[in-house]
């Protein structure tokens, strides 16, 4: 799929959700003027349409989901002690503060990151090449990142991006703050490498970003890492996060701060609608906690950097 979709510039997955829909609606009204006559018409029709679309889904992307968990392949623990977590997030501090000094101006500015939207996509490739050299499991063939023509209903769905099942494609909800695209797209191609479980994609995108040369990259991977670290000490220790987050340079929050904000600004009623649908498709798909599995990611990262072999 990324093979002959990936020189299209633009998404034909976002093509075929708008033609979907389109469709939908004229189909709907059709039933409705028709006061929905003979239904052994459209019922079977509809099924057989359905059905398809299920197939596809599964075919071209839902086994994914089936994968062996990621710790198990990388043969690390799902579990961890408090005091492990708060070892890795100190050591994420002080390297997240030392990259903030090269990048801000000073210690209370936030990192600016002045790319274009393609520059940015095009150095998150490149952190693919880069990895592929350790990692040859997640060497990136085939390229199919692109802007989702969908980014303002995205923004107001929550969402930073998506990968389409039915076309392999990575869409990038590119009004999102620049500093979050880093993450973002490596993210999404993480799905792309198999990588369904948004966890394991998480922890990918925190690997490739963290490896970066470019430090930008890096930049947005240590400090991506370190508020899935911070809120999960939040989660067992409160008052712990305070005393962390005071080591933490402020120029850092205010980018953290920066994120928070654009959401806050775009949130609306029917955003928690469009999420617990969300919620719902990771646990039919075998991922039974849900959104709540975001951060199983912290498992992966704290067991990974643990193992000698790994650490920074
Ligand atoms: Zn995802």
């Known amino acids: 799929m990324r093979y002959s979709l990936g020189f299209i510039p633009f998404s034909l997955g976002d093509f075929l ?8 609606i004229f189909w709907l009204a059709r039933r409705i003027r028709q006061r929905f006559k003979s239904p052994k018409m459209w019922i079977p029709d509809a099924l057989a ?10 075919l071209f992307w ?20 408090t005091k492990k977590l708060i070892k890795l997030s100190e050591s994420l501090i002080e390297k997240s503060n030392e990259i903030h ?14 790319f274009t939207k393609k520059e940015l996509f095009d150095i998150t490739i490149e952190g693919y090449e880069h990895i592929q050299k350790e990692f040859p499991e997640l060497a990136y063939n085939g390229e199919a990142l692109k802007r989702s023509l969908f980014s303002i209903p995205l923004t107001y769905m929550g969402f930073n991006g998506y990968l389409n099942p039915l076309t392999n494609e990575a869409q990038v909800n590119t009004i999102i703050i620049p500093y979050k695209i880093p993450t973002t797209a490596s993210h999404e191609i993480g799905h792309q490498l198999g990588f369904a479980k948004e966890n394991e994609a998480n922890f990918i995108a925190c690997l490739v970003t963290m490896n970066h040369p470019n430090l930008y ?32 340079h402020p120029g850092i929050l205010k980018n953290y701060r920066e994120v928070d904000e654009f959401w806050l ?48």
């Open 217 to 248: 990259f890096r930049y947005s991977g240590y400090t991506f890492a370190l508020s899935y670290c911070l809120s999960e000490v939040y989660k067992r220790q409160p008052e712990k996060v305070k005393e962390l987050t005071a080591k933490l």
């Open 62 to 81: 839902g086994f994914n989901y089936y994968r062996l968990p990621l710790h198990q392949s990388l043969e690390i623990e799902n579990n961890y002690t």
């Open 49 to 58: 349409s359905l059905s398809i679309i299920y197939f596809c889904f599964h």
């Open 17 to 24: 959700y708008a033609a979907f829909i389109i469709l939908l």
């Open 101 to 114: 000094s090269k990048l801000a101006k000073n210690d209370s500015a936030k990192v600016e990151y002045d």
């Open 265 to 312: 600004k775009h949130q609306n009623p029917f955003e928690p609608l469009f999420q617990a649908t969300y919620n719902r498709y990771l646990i039919v798909n075998n991922q039974s906690d849900g959104m709540k599995s975001y951060s199983y990611v912290v498992a992966l990262l704290v067991n990974y950097f643990d193992d000698s072999r790994n650490s920074f």
